[in-house]
């Protein structure tokens, strides 16, 4: 459900723009955002960095692309986002604890040699620096029309298949009793 939510001023903004036009699917889209800052502080009295830094992005991409009456403004939005959280997950590993974003975030989940967290860190970089990159592509090269269903669907299937992907590569990493305590689990349901 969580994720859902974290996707919630995307679908709004998706909707609005096939019901209506760009700027009108903007307005939805800050507004969205901002509620979902207001849900969030409301249930949990903190609100996430994530939503917080996109939150300021829309507010101010969104804003000059209304005021200006130029799309160009927030679709550069996602490829900001995604070069900043690349250039976030790059500095985990030199500010701070010395320990990447990734392994901040699943260190309690799983247990992985130093080096495999430090290529896994370099793998969301990667994968947020090329998100960024073909954004730029898409809104280039094809309509607004595609750039929406882009944004909508393909950087969220883009993310679910990397996130396939990630979980492929940490199996073999895993240490063989974790997977042996999984496939005793699933023999006993």
């Known amino acids: 459900m969580s994720q859902l939510f974290d996707f919630f001023p995307v ?20 507004v969205a955002t901002f ?6 502080w409301l249930r949990t009295r903190e609100v996430k960095k994530m939503h917080l830094i996109s939150a300021v992005l829309v507010l101010v991409f969104g804003g000059i692309t209304l005021i200006l009456q130029d799309e160009e403004f927030l679709k550069w939005k996602v490829s900001i986002v995604n070069w900043l959280f690349a250039a976030g997950f790059l500095a985990s590993a030199y500010v701070g604890e010395r320990r990447t974003i990734v ?5 309690e989940a799983v247990e992985l040699p130093a080096g495999v967290w430090r290529r896994l860190n370099l793998l969301w970089i990667g994968f947020f620096t090329v ?6 592509y898409v809104m ?4 607004t029309d595609d750039w929406v269903d882009f944004k909508t669907w393909g950087v969220i299937g883009l993310t679910l298949l990397f996130a396939l992907l990630q979980g ?4 073999r990493h895993l240490p063989d ?12 349901s």
């Open 11 to 30: 679908l709004l903004f998706f909707v609005a723009y096939k019901l209506t036009d760009f700027f009108v699917a903007t307005g939805v889209f800050i």
């Open 35 to 40: 509620a979902q800052l207001l849900i969030q």
């Open 103 to 107: 392994e901040r975030l699943m260190s």
């Open 131 to 136: 998100i960024g990159l073909i954004n730029l």
């Open 140 to 143: 280039h090269y094809f309509s």
């Open 168 to 171: 492929v590569y940490l199996a």
């Open 177 to 188: 009793d974790v997977l042996e305590d999984n496939a005793d689990e699933k023999k006993e």
